[in-house]
């Protein structure tokens, strides 16, 4: 069984920044494709940004390009989320997701492992 343990998020005002952390509990972390997904209240679950193994290629969604960053350190198992330039629309429980695969994914349901996920809200 893989575990997705996130960390990193929190309170910031708009324009701030936080960097969201996924620790995976995987010793084959680095054959994974990572994807960071988030849920605002009311909303369905949307894709916000993926990456594959090698850090290589790299997706995200329209709504946070030029914003964020995602980025992987397979030494210690870890894939992150670097999100600058918040903004209101940005607050919601962000989860990370893994599935053991090389292709670049930007589905959540072809993602085999979730997080707890970690909320974060942007005051205006």
């Known amino acids: 069984q893989v575990q997705l343990v996130e960390s990193g998020g929190g309170l910031v005002q708009a324009g701030g920044s936080l960097r969201l952390s996924c620790a995976v509990s995987?010793?084959?972390?680095?054959?994974?494709?990572m994807g960071w997904f988030r849920q605002a209240p009311g909303k369905e679950r949307e894709f916000v940004a993926a990456i594959t193994w090698s850090g290589g290629n790299t997706a995200y969604a329209d709504s946070v390009k030029g914003r964020f960053t995602i980025s992987r350190d397979n030494a210690k198992n870890t894939v992150y989320l670097q999100m600058n330039s918040l903004k209101p629309e940005d607050t919601a429980v962000y989860y990370c997701a893994a599935k053991g695969t090389i292709v670049l994914i930007t589905t959540q349901s072809e993602y085999d492992y979730w997080g707890q996920g970690t909320q974060v809200t942007v005051s205006s």
């Open positions: 995987r010793s084959a972390f680095r054959l994974y494709t």
